[in-house]
DNA sequence: CCTAGAGAATGACATTCGTCAACTTAGAAG
DNA sequence: CTTCTAAGTTGACGAATGTCATTCTCTAGG
């Protein structure tokens, strides 16, 4: 059965979702044809054939997640993968006594929830929204079958996997061996390289203390600590959740990073 | 072009590998063709054709490594992967300071280096022999051959993958959280896990202080006097590097696993 | 079987970090 | 805009763990 290119123009219409606050109004625009999604350029599905996008238009399902909803749940199976399109997400594990856990952010362009569809285990993380967030979810089924139809694709799949593999290694190394105020010197470092800065020079993301804390592995007081610390000595900027960084060389001193 | 199968069985003999020792004699058999390792059955080329057991068998390279002896070095290019036919391995990172860092071990029939293979960068860890270690070279090129062709074993990869990852997430979570007294509990039962017991009833895997430290993330000495904390309270019994798991349940209890 | 050198063990001490408690501030929801 | 609650901050203290020095012991290799 050959999927039929007209229906693609046909649906090509976009919609438009409104979010009305105080100050300012927002416009997300989530387009219903992912041969139109600006994501589909940096994300995974770049291998895709112009056919399997349109399957792929067809089988999705788009998803709003306010800020601070779940969009899997670590321990369940996944269906699927979502393809994160806006918004800002945090997959973390729960670990001894509840204390949740960091292990990467995901946002636009990015697929999550592949690990557990491609492994055929359970979820080993949960997914939250920190920021209003649009994500597409794609049927493991349809997802399998790009897998087993377009190497290029399974391919790329396969290097996203292993690239993890690696920076897992790296935060492994990193706790295992760093002091709680080299780590925390760092993660400022990646989030900034994570989620770039805003035009006044803040890093573009918010968090809590406990969640900075909860990267580092530590708990919220010695996190503030550091950070009143690192505000002190100059080498930071802190106005609430908005993170500045001032001195970025004086911080990869502070995490030994030499490279 | 077309592998030739009457190939394989001219080429079906077998080489033997006999080392000597004061005490006792040691036989290792590596057979030139795949078809007949016993280890394909368990490794992830299970999924290999005949004829790509074939190619396998005539493109590889069986080398042998003596304890302590690197297969590959970290940030190094890997030509290709290895699969390990005997013996026992440690995959390591350098962490600050020359501090190693054990990420996880490799042993019969498991493969090694793919992760740098299939991400196309550079190799994460240094791949070293616990032991004596007889290990087959698949070329790159072969390797990508097999992925591209054959989907079961491209499938059967990115599982392998995947399930790293998540073992990876686990590990960093544990690192992250657990005490040090927890995590080498926690550290001798995947010890006894991953490599068994001998008749003796004694971890089948000889690893040093520095060694089990470097897989904790701690010191030598903490790891020693946490060792010897265990030996007192008659949870273990030590006879140099020879362990033994006298009450796994405790040490269950101690590194606070409940599942 | 022997021996050098690495590994293991232990004590004393310094430092980092987690815990508990009290108090202040800011951000999300109405 | 307000208000209430969760988040942030700070101090005091103790436990866990790293560092340094010393001595003992085992193991690999001849």
Redesign the pocket.
């Known amino acids: 059965m050959r999927y039929d290119r007209s229906q693609l123009f046909k649906s090509a219409f976009v919609y438009l979702i409104t979010t009305q606050s105080?100050n300012k109004t927002m416009k997300e625009v989530v387009p219903v044809s992912c041969s139109l999604c600006n994501k589909s350029s940096i994300s995974s599905f770049k291998d895709l054939s112009e056919e399997e996008i349109g399957k792929l238009s067809q089988s999705k399902t788009c998803s709003f997640f306010k800020k601070g909803q779940i969009l899997m749940h670590e321990g369940a199976r996944a269906a699927g993968v979502f393809c994160i399109h806006s918004g800002k997400t945090k997959l973390y594990r729960m670990g001894t006594e509840g204390r949740e856990q960091i292990i990467r952010f995901a946002q636009g362009g990015e697929l999550v929830g592949y690990r557990s569809v491609l492994s055929g285990e359970p979820l080993s993380a949960s997914i939250e929204a920190l920021s209003d967030t649009h994500a597409c979810f794609i049927p493991k089924a349809l997802f399998f079958d790009f897998i087993q139809t377009n190497p290029k694709f399974s391919l790329e799949m396969m290097r996203l996997a292993c690239h993890e593999l690696g920076e897992a290694g790296k935060l492994i190394t990193n706790l295992a061996q760093k002091?709680?105020?080299e780590r925390v010197a760092e993660v400022l470092m990646i989030l900034k390289d994570t989620f770039g800065e805003t035009e006044e020079g803040y890093i573009d993301v918010?968090l809590?203390?406990?969640e900075i804390a909860s990267m580092v592995?530590?708990?919220?007081?010695?996190a503030?600590?550091i950070?009143?610390e690192f505000k002190e000595s100059g080498i930071v900027i802190?106005k609430?959740?908005k993170i500045q960084i001032v001195q970025p060389k004086e911080l990869l001193r502070i995490a030994q990073i030499f490279d």
Chains 1, 2 share one sequence.
């Open positions: 105080p002091s709680v105020r918010s809590t203390r406990e592995g530590t708990v919220t007081e010695t503030i600590r950070l009143s802190l609430g959740r």
